[in-house]
């Protein structure tokens, strides 16, 4: 079983495969629910990129994801038709053969069996290609739908791989996490909404930002140039001194907020 021993909070990023995804004709759904989960596990989502279903562009962004993470999540591409093509490409990457794994398939063949009736050879032929895995990998049995998920473990990094229907993306996730991504202390999120243009307080803002480089720093219009929220994310001590250090450092800050701070 896969294991991420990392002294702090563990850098995600999530990979969205599919043209489908590029061209409009499907809203994403899985990276929304993928960066609440991480940051409630305590846990940080560094960048999330769409992909076409392409095993060069699969290639070049992976390599980018692994030098900035160590977890990977992948979402889409691992259904029987030529234009899924995520585990060939991951495959490829590590250079590991692909192979069946048995107990995913019995599992599916079991399943169309009980859903769909009889199935001809042809399509059960082509049903083996969403149980095929690169070599080592673990398998995720995949409770809600056909193409199983898994996890490759390459040195020091996780890559977690789920089919792109949501439902299924949401079910095989909870089952990482349980067998081996683990939650510590969330970072704790304190906002404010301040009653000032952002332009009044934007270079106050960017210097606290500059100190408190370890705590996430966001300013967000919420009517107009009227009210802006303010969140400071990070260790509970270091976002209130941020908050702090900046109704301090913007004039006439303190006088403009709108309610109290939220933890």
């Known amino acids: 079983m896969y294991g991420i021993s990392v002294a702090g909070p563990v850098r995600v990023s999530i990979l969205l495969v599919g043209d ?4 409009g004709h499907t809203r994403d759904a899985n990276a929304y629910y993928a960066t609440r989960r991480v940051a409630e596990l305590g846990h940080r989502v560094r960048r999330i990129t769409t992909l076409p279903d392409d095993p060069r562009a699969i290639h070049e962004e992976l390599d980018r994801a692994l030098r900035r993470s160590e977890v990977v999540i992948v979402s889409g591409g691992l259904g029987p038709t030529h234009d899924d093509r995520t585990t060939e490409a991951l495959a490829d990457h590590f250079g590991r053969r692909l192979v069946l794994d048995n107990d995913a398939w019995h599992a599916l063949v079991d399943r169309y069996a009980k859903r769909l009736g009889n199935i001809t050879p042809d399509a059960l032929e082509s049903a083996k290609k969403m149980v095929t895995v690169p070599e080592g990998a673990e398998v995720l049995p995949n409770p809600l739908g056909a193409a199983c998920g898994y996890v490759l473990q390459q040195a020091e990094w996780r890559v977690a791989v789920f089919p792109g229907v949501p439902r ?15 939650a510590r202390p969330p970072a704790t999120l304190i906002e404010v909404s301040i009653a000032m243009p952002e332009a009044a307080f934007a270079r106050a803002l960017a210097q606290i930002a500059d ?3 370890d705590v996430d720093i966001g300013s967000y219009p919420r009517f107009g140039e009227v009210t802006v929220r303010l969140r400071f994310r990070g260790e509970a001590e270091r976002a209130q001194a941020a908050l702090d250090a900046f109704l301090d450092s913007a004039e006439g800050a303190r006088d403009k907020l709108v309610g109290d701070a939220e933890s």
């Open 20 to 23: 489908e995804l590029l061209a």
């Open 168 to 182: 299924e993306f949401e079910a095989l996730f909870e089952l990482f996490v349980l067998r081996g991504l683990p």
């Open 211 to 213: 100190r408190f480089a």
